[in-house]
């Protein structure tokens, strides 16, 4: 089905009209979305170049950091240098006085080993004394273990004895009270 328009010129005219106000007005947002973008591109580049600038002063900033540091060691090694000839020089003047410091040595270690036999000896003497201590200790502990054993193997003969005089004191007063007893009774009987 086709769609017949019929259009009169000054319509034709006007449509065109509107046609071509609608390409400019595109072609207006089209340059403003174009610079917008451009602007934002010239902007981000702007940004990394920055960025990149920055990163730029940090590695020459570190760098320099290196630089100074390897400088301080390098003087520090210097200082160094100077200081380990400087004792180079004292060992050397030092060298000259081993002879007698050695046979301060000797002397010493002589004493040092009369020290340590006399030492030694001490110690002897004071573990012979202490096994004595100890030996002593362990009889004066047998002593007395066997004078408490006999204390109480008396005490136990003493209650068995004073146990047995009481029961036989007992049975002589039962037996003395029975015929006495039978004394008084048997008086009473032939009494009666």
Do not use: C
């Amino acid at each position: 089905m086709p769609f017949a328009v019929s259009l009169t010129p000054p319509q034709i005219a006007a449509l065109i009209a509107v046609a071509f106000l609608g390409f400019l007005i595109g072609a207006l947002i089209n340059q403003r979305l174009t610079r917008q973008r451009w602007e934002q591109l010239k902007e981000q580049n702007a940004q990394e170049n920055l960025a990149l600038i920055n990163e730029a002063h940090a590695e020459v900033a570190r760098l320099q950091d290196m630089l100074d540091d390897k400088t301080d060691h390098s003087n520090h090694l210097q200082n160094k240098i100077e200081s380990l000839i400087s004792q180079l020089s004292t060992a050397e003047t030092k060298a000259d006085r081993v002879y007698t410091v050695e046979q301060q040595l000797v002397d010493a270690q002589h004493r040092l080993m009369e020290s340590q036999l006399n030492l030694a000896k001490s110690n002897a003497i004071q573990q012979t004394i202490l096994v004595k201590a100890e030996t002593e200790q362990k009889s004066l502990q047998d002593k007395i273990a066997l004078l408490e054993s006999a204390e109480e193997r008396l005490k136990l003969q003493f209650e068995n004895l004073a146990n047995r005089i009481f029961d036989e004191r007992s049975e002589n007063f039962k037996q003395q009270n029975v015929s006495q007893m039978d004394g008084v009774l048997g008086r009473i009987k032939t009494t009666t």
